[in-house]
């Protein structure tokens, strides 16, 4: 099991590598699709078969579809410009902080049996109640989000309503292109 | 789970983390700080699960991971809706020249 865990964590980071590393925006979502895809595999290998799921359905899914919705509205825009922090400075401070990170969590693993805990449906529906009032906030915001994806552009509206004068100016100007 | 797979999985959890911090640092795409964003979230989620299991209580990790991926998901929809109403209004998905005091 473990051989396969570091395959497919090794896949789902080189995945995450060629969409943040891809110059185009269509590759970059169908790689994070990879991601999910993978990460929903190392998932279920690990027994949270729900969770598996959901992020497939969801991460590798529903977000994709998003994604290229999107892109297909907003379009393809070639940008090869320099990131807000220079390229050294952002690989040095990253691997700082995955190195203090490390640091500070590998040495205090260990593995302890489990424990008598509530079932996961009634966990997430009682014991978690409140997480689920809040999922339901933000799915409205999400639904509210979807407007504003999908909504089209206000149409210029004229400031005022065109005048008599205006009016008699446009009909007139009508009269001499029939004659 | 065993001691072994976990260490594997948090190396592939920082390794997920790591990518996704470099992106929000070094990309200027709109959409592809999200998507860095989201590579974050995934190692995220991966890391929760993780530490339900090795704490002893999985279910507990598990309902978190489901929180995260709804809130991970409104993320992305509300972030894409605000990257599409940019480019219509901006002309640009760079988010430099959002910054009105630099024009």
Redesign the interface.
Known sequence: ??AW??IL??G??LC??M??RSAR?LA??IW?AG??AL?SL??YL???Q??AV??LS??AG??TV??V???N???E?A?D?????P?PL??V???V??IM??WM??PA???????A????SE??WQ??GL?IL??IV??F??V??????IGE?PRAVPAHPPGEAELEAGSESLKEIEA | ????????????V??????????L?????L??V???L??AV?GV??GL??AG???????????????V??????V???G??????V??HVG?????ALSSLQR
């Open positions: 099991m473990e865990l570091a964590l090794i789902a980071v995450a590598i969409a943040i925006l970059a979502a994070l991601v999910s990460v190392v998932l690990l027994g949270a729900i969770i959901i992020e969801v991460g529903l977000v998003l994604f919705f999107a892109i509205i907003a379009g825009e940008m410009l320099r990131g807000l922090v390229e952002a690989v401070l990253v691997g902080a995955a990170l490390g969590v590998l693993l260990g593995v302890i049996p489990p424990l805990e509530s079932p996961f966990l997430l014991d978690r997480d809040v999922q933000l799915i915001a999400g509210i989000g979807v407007l504003g994806l552009a | 789970m065993t001691d072994t797979a976990l260490q594997i999985i948090v190396i592939g920082l390794g997920l983390v790591g990518v996704g911090l470099y992106g640092l070094a990309v200027r795409n959409i592809k999200i998507v860095a989201q590579i995934k989620l991966l699960v993780a299991m090795a704490s002893g209580q999985p279910n507990l990790g598990e309902s978190l991971a489901v929180t991926i709804v809130a991970d998901t409104i992305a929809v509300v894409l809706a605000l990257a599409v109403q480019r219509r640009t998905l760079d988010i430099k």
